[in-house]
């Protein structure tokens, strides 16, 4: 089967950092993604990873554990516009994504 | 061209009627997605086509769900004799098989509520 977990909620502070945590399991692995959807918008593409390690793109980066089947995505220096859901997606052994339930954040002032 | 475009944006209907969305694609990607979503839920894979052949199709779709990639740009998903449960938001992507990471781009999505 293929399972995909991650936090339902978290809230966090306008400047911390907040680390938002994918765990998944699926029948092979051909990458995983990470996207933010605002509130009915559609979701936009943040992160890719598909070797272990941590990939950085400005204030946002994205860890993977391929061993571990386990990723996290680090918001540093937060701001307002942050408030969004975040998903984990993982290519499995077919070409589509499949989605966590993803995780809502609120960033308070 | 300016992204995924997904048509209509809002249908309302009442429950055993027909509909049908339409999704235009990047026009250099190969690769077309259909999605549903619910309130506080991630998007639930339905099916895919690379160019007019349909690939995938998730084993949860009903007999009552039908996409066509005719001509292998625009794409339709139709929901024949539509009931309560299919009330949801209908989102399309596209990929290009020439990126190294493969990412969806989403449409806006097309929201059906069923009476």
């Known amino acids: 089967g293929q399972n995909i977990d991650q936090p339902t909620e978290m809230t966090a502070t306008e400047g911390a950092i907040v680390q938002i945590n994918c765990t998944y399991q699926t029948s092979g692995f051909n990458g995983l993604f990470w996207y933010q959807q605002h509130a009915g918008e559609a979701p936009t593409f943040l992160s890719y990873n598909v070797l272990d390690g941590l990939e950085e793109k400005g204030r946002f980066s994205s860890f993977l554990s391929r061993s571990k089947g386990y990723s996290y995505l680090l918001l540093k220096e937060l701001q307002m516009k942050d408030s969004a859901s975040y998903l984990c997606?993982?290519?499995?052994?077919?070409?589509?994504?499949?989605f966590g339930t993803g995780t809502r954040l609120q960033v308070f002032p | 061209d300016t992204g995924v475009s997904q048509d209509p944006r809002h249908k309302i209907t009442k429950r055993g009627q027909n509909v049908t969305f339409r999704c235009d694609p990047i026009?250099?990607?190969?690769?077309l997605y259909w999605y549903r979503q619910t309130l506080g839920q991630g998007p639930e894979f339905l099916t895919y086509?690379?160019?007019?052949?349909?690939?995938?199709k998730s084993r949860l779709l009903s007999d009552r769900f039908s996409a066509e990639r005719p001509k292998g740009s625009f794409s339709t998903l139709e929901i024949q004799r539509t009931e309560q449960g299919d009330s949801a938001m209908y989102l399309c992507?596209?990929?290009?098989?020439?990126?190294?990471?493969?990412?969806?781009?989403f449409g806006e999505g097309s929201r059906l509520t069923v009476l």
């Open positions: 026009s250099e990607h190969n690769r």
């Open positions: 086509f690379q160019n007019e052949a349909q690939l995938e």
């Open positions: 997606a993982v290519r499995a052994d077919t070409d589509k994504l499949i």
């Open positions: 992507a596209s990929s290009s098989l020439d990126r190294d990471t493969g990412e969806l781009f």
